[in-house]
Nanobody, 115 residues
Framework: QVQLVESGGGLVQPGGSLRLSCAMS????????MAWYRQSPGKQRELVAI???????NYPDSVKGRFTISRDNSKNTVYLQVHSLKPANAAVYSCHAARDFTGYWGQGTQVTVAS
């Protein structure tokens, strides 16, 4: 059974940085499009970064220049480097894997931004 396990969340001060990781238990990780989403209490889940199997990336304007998604196919892992965090960026960050008509979610990792 395919699993996605996120890590790297925690408490960070405003202006700080974190690197989130998402490890996927599959031998064909390189064929998946990977994405990071976040959801704050009372808000809809929103896409913050996506990377295709070919390595192309895309971001919404709200995080461009501050968030960077990358992948290491040798480790079956996708990363999200986040900089200049704001209190409004606090959320549960989850990764998603998509291939053909199949998708998988991780359980999420909490990011809290506070001084």
């Amino acid at each position: 059974q395919v699993q996605l396990v996120e890590s790297g969340g925690g408490l960070v001060q405003p202006g700080g940085s974190l690197r989130l990781s998402c490890a996927m238990s599959t031998s064909i990780f390189s064929t998946y499009t990977m994405a990071w989403y976040r959801q704050s209490p009372g808000k809809q889940r929103e896409l913050v970064a996506i990377i295709t199997s070919g390595g192309s990336t895309n971001y919404p304007d709200s995080v461009k220049g501050r968030f960077t998604i990358s992948r290491d196919n040798s480790k079956n892992t996708v990363y999200l480097q986040v900089h200049s965090l704001k209190p409004a960026n606090a959320a549960v960050y989850s990764c998603h894997a998509a291939r053909d008509f199949t998708g998988y979610w991780g359980q999420g990792t909490q990011v809290t931004v506070a001084s």
